[in-house]
């Protein structure tokens, strides 16, 4: 667990200021408490505290995977809650049939596909990274052409992830549409009178909405998955390629430090799907 | 009452209606509904198509050595080429057949994600009776259980194994996958085998003297996995796309072409830019594959449940 | 006056075994302030007429004739723009208060309102808001519970929310579709007192649908009796109930359970008629205690036995 690149001497020096020679469990309580003081040692490969490292990668992944999971969902809730009502006519089981093919594409080799296309035929976008060098190194430039700048290069991480998830996210609401329409408060809100967008807008999809709600939740994971390859294609510098390239750097405290950060990122994710849960239910709420 | 109150029912497989084993009436059924589907056709289809893929995968290097996916060299070619006459889809940056690495992929991808499910669906199946049959605490500490397992993004856990065990080997792959997908199965499982539990045929066993795991194997069992198998289709999907991944980022087993493996090469040699024969073949096979399976599973799913079908009432 | 007349209504569902005649030439009038119960098994078409009537038919049933007269509009060939007009405002229904009858993340006042705000589009929230109120007082939910979820309701309660929503709209005629099957018998009685109440004092017209026809009979000034899709019996309540005279109604009454019965109840030979291929002649014929030469081979006419009484059977 030492870099393989130091001398015999070094390694056995730095084996005990590191208390690698004692047992494994007390190595593991060192590690949980210098996790939370902050001290997750130094990178190998980089030279620098890991700390730092994560420190700046974070904010780029949370932007990428933020901005990904709401586009895709708002999209993806909306189409789903229409196609559910015209069910059965052509446009629905073509749309139907289209999500399913953007949901089963290889992410990577759609982001390969995108690039080649978008970024070197047509040049429309920046091929990878996250922003030009040339416009973060200009002192005259704002933030405001830095923002746009980012945004950019976010566009096609962004496009690629949003293909492969609405698919998702239109099926699912989609489904439940359609279980919620053989519920009775749909008949009474028909015998009410009111119109049918009404019904469908008012009565059918804020019910439908939350066995989405807990999908979200269940497919994070495959969102995670997704976000990690995304960022090692596009080279946006994020958490999730940063794992990719420990890993493969054998840079054992940067390893450990992205995937508990991961980790936390999947706790606290579901944590917000209960909470939203919750609140969307009051059947929960009361209890 | 029905029949397989009798204590002498304990020594067949339970009959529940009126005397066919339940599995093989639900399979009548679901067949003859199947293979009205569009959607289930459709994908059986492209199955089929990728089926003889894998079949034919060895046939190219029985023809002409050169044509190994992963040994044969072209001795004229060494370079990436276009599509020809000798090398249908061309030619890699080594000069090796990109049709028979194809081909190879097909078979990799089956091996893969069949052997992967079938192991996740034993290993669900499994978790799920105990815990649906034994109920209680074990309940509780397998399903919990199952609930940290599925959220853990499977592709960055076996990365971060990968840096452990240094090179993975395609078995590796597979079972590390199949370690990681069983609790979707074990849900299913597991209600199933709580409905199940309260039958008088169970009963009728346990008072006859059976033991519990007789009763599992024997009675519960055999109504139970139909219901895992069908639900295998998710889990080869799965596999295939996080085998594909993992080979992609440069983790899979070196010795085996796999798709991702080929996307890969197409990558990080740079030619993804000039060689769409050796970029486009791969990916399309993935999602295609994926889609087939997938589109199975939803035909399956339609037929399972009625409110999802297609036709009203 | 003649509130509702349907006339010769007849209604088909497309099933995987053919064409289904849930309603058969049925024809009836509701007449204003009066209420008319339509009794019969599941099955009967009971419920598929209010559902006609509503204009509310799943999409594989279809009207094959008749008209059903409400203003002198026939709901039948309306338009649906018409028929949405004339939905909640005009014609109201009350069902079987179910758990999911009302929907679950909505307030119930909420519910109540929409309808209200909706057809009347001039409403302010506020007078929304007290609207509900008065309903509320008027079936007996303390005001305070307006805010709640469904859930949080009894099944009383729930089903005098759904009576106060059928109400919030003033309208001329309610159809009422198994009210009172799922609640307990006091729960049952109260209802059926606050809807006997409410009907004297609005003088609404009510078509109360029910299997149970000593329910039908407690609180209906005119009793329809339904089998096979077809109306057999149609009279006052005294006439029907204490002197039934089609053998489907006399075996439906002998039945009955009561706390004063002199006799054990009969349950009715035979099986539920199939509506796919019904019988040729009387469809009752096969259970029917008669001797049935005509009638196993001619359909019944209707026989009238006096000014409101009239039945449609082959025998005396």
């Known amino acids: 667990m030492v870099d393989p690149s130091m001398t015999p001497e070094e390694a056995q020096l730095l084996i005990n200021q590191l208390g690698l020679d004692k047992p494994v469990g007390v190595q593991y309580l060192y590690f949980l408490a210098n996790f939370f003081k902050g001290e997750m040692g130094v990178s190998f490969h980089y030279g620098q505290p890991v700390l730092h490292i994560i420190a700046q990668r974070l904010p780029n992944t949370i932007l990428l995977f933020t901005t990904s999971v709401l586009l895709s969902a708002l999209f993806g809730v909306k189409l789903g809650r229409v196609l559910a009502w015209r069910r059965g006519d052509k446009i629905d089981t073509w749309a139907t049939i289209g999500a399913l093919m953007c949901h089963t594409l290889f992410l990577p080799w759609l982001a390969l596909l995108l690039i080649w296309i978008l970024a070197f035929k047509a040049g429309w976008f920046p091929m990878t990274g996250m922003m030009s060098p040339e416009i973060w190194i200009d002192p005259s430039a704002n933030l405001f052409i830095k923002a746009l700048d980012v945004m950019h290069h976010l566009a096609l991480p962004l496009i690629t992830l949003f293909i492969i998830h609405f698919g998702s996210y239109l099926l699912i609401m989609r489904g439940s549409m359609l279980n919620t329409l053989t519920e009775d408060y749909i008949f009474t809100a028909r015998a009410k009178g009111l119109p049918e967008k009404w019904v469908r807008d008012r009565h059918a999809a804020p019910n439908a909405a939350l066995p989405v709600v807990t999908g979200v939740g269940l497919s994070l994971a495959f969102s995670i998955n997704g976000g990690a390859l995304t960022e090692t294609v596009f080279s946006w510098p994020g958490i999730g390629r940063e794992l990719v390239f420990a890993v493969s750097n054998n840079d054992y405290p940067l390893a450990q430090a992205c995937f508990l950060l991961i980790a936390i990122v999947v706790l606290v994710s579901n944590l917000i799907v209960d909470i939203l849960y919750a609140y969307l239910d009051p059947r929960i709420r009361y209890e | ?313 | 006056m003649a509130l509702l007349k349907v006339d010769n209504l007849s209604v088909t569902y497309a099933t995987a075994r053919g064409p289904l005649r849930a309603v058969d030439q049925v024809s009836f009038i509701l007449e204003k302030g009066q209420s008319m119960g339509l009794v019969g098994e599941s099955g009967s078409g009971k419920t598929t007429i209010g559902t006609a009537i509503m204009g509310l038919l799943p999409s594989n049933a279809e009207i094959t004739s008749g008209t059903i007269e409400f203003h002198q509009t026939d709901l039948v060939s309306s338009p649906p723009t018409v028929l949405q007009n004339v939905r909640w405002k005009h014609i109201a229904m009350i069902f079987q208060a179910a758990m999911n009858a009302l929907n679950p993340i909505q307030r119930v006042g909420q519910q109540i309102a929409e309808a209200i705000q909706f057809h009347e589009p001039g409403i302010s929230g506020a007078e929304a808001k007290d609207r509900v109120a008065d309903l509320f007082s008027m079936v007996g939910i303390p005001g305070h519970r307006c805010n709640d979820y469904p859930h949080q309701y009894s099944g009383g309660m729930r089903q005098r929310a759904v009576i106060a929503m059928a109400l919030s709209c003033s309208p001329d005629v309610i159809i009422a579709d198994e009210p009172t099957t799922a609640l307990d018998v006091i729960v049952q009685d109260q209802i059926l007192e606050t809807i006997r109440s409410l009907q004297q004092k609005l003088g609404i017209g009510i078509l109360f649908i029910s299997h149970d026809i000593s329910v039908v009979a407690d609180v209906c000034h005119m009793i329809g009796v339904m089998y096979a899709g077809e109306l057999v019996e149609v009279g006052t309540r005294e006439e029907v109930f204490l002197s039934p005279a089609h053998p489907y109604t006399r075996s439906l009454l002998a039945a009955h359970i009561t706390l004063s019965a002199t006799h054990r109840p009969k349950p009715i030979p035979g099986r539920s008629p199939d509506l796919v291929t019904p019988e040729m002649g009387c469809r009752f014929c096969s259970r029917c205690d008669c001797s049935g030469e005509t009638c196993m081979i001619e359909a019944p006419q209707w026989r009238i036995l006096s000014d409101t009484h009239k039945i449609k059977c082959c025998q005396g």
């Not at chain 2, 046939?59 to 000798?86: F, K």
């Not at chain 2, 609930?147 to 853990?152: G, I, S, T």
């Not at chain 2, 856990?157 to 996958?177: D, E, P, R």
């Not at chain 2, 999907?237 to 440069?250: H, K, P, V």
């Open chain 2, 1 to 313: 009452m029905d029949q397989s109150m009798t204590a002498s029912n304990e020594r067949s497989a339970p009959h529940l209606h009126d005397g066919t084993p339940y599995w093989r009436e639900a399979f009548s059924d679901g067949w003859a509904l199947f293979s009205s589907h569009p959607v289930g056709r459709i994908g059986i289809a492209l199955l089929a198509v990728f089926g003889l893929m894998a079949l034919f995968s060895f046939i190219p290097q029985a023809i002409d050595p050169m044509y190994h996916p992963m040994n044969g060299v072209d001795p004229e070619i060494s370079h990436a080429t276009g599509p020809s006459w000798h090398h249908w889809l061309g030619t890699d940056f080594i000069g090796r057949d990109l049709f028979s690495q194809l081909l190879a992929g097909a078979r990799i991808a089956f091996m893969v994600g069949i052997s992967s499910a079938f192991m996740s669906i034993i290993l669900g199946t499994a978790i799920g009776m105990a815990a649906g049959y034994f109920g209680r605490w074990i309940d509780t500490i397998l399903m919990r259980t199952a609930d940290m397992v599925m959220v853990m993004p499977t592709l960055l856990v076996i990365l971060i194994m990968a840096s452990l065990f240094g090179h993975l080997s395609i078995w590796t792959i597979v079972l590390m996958i199949a370690l990681f997908r069983w609790p979707g199965v074990s849900r299913v499982i597991r209600a199933q085998t709580m409905s199940l539990k309260h039958r008088p045929f169970i009963d009728a066993a346990r008072i006859a003297g059976a033991s519990h795991i007789r009763i599992l194997l024997r009675h519960i069992l055999p109504n139970v996995l139909p219901l895992a198998l069908l639900y295998m289709t998710f889990r080869v999907t799965s596999a295939i796309i996080i085998e594909a991944a993992l080979a992609f980022l440069g983790f899979g087993d070196p010795g085996t072409v796999s798709w991702g493996m080929m996307l890969q090469w197409v990558w990080k040699t740079g030619h993804m830019f000039q060689s769409p024969n050796w970029l486009l073949p791969p990916g399309i096979c993935i999602s295609l594959l994926t889609l087939s399976f997938y589109m199975i599973g939803r035909a399956m799913d339609e037929i399972l449940d009625p409110r999802l079908r297609k036709s009203d009432g």
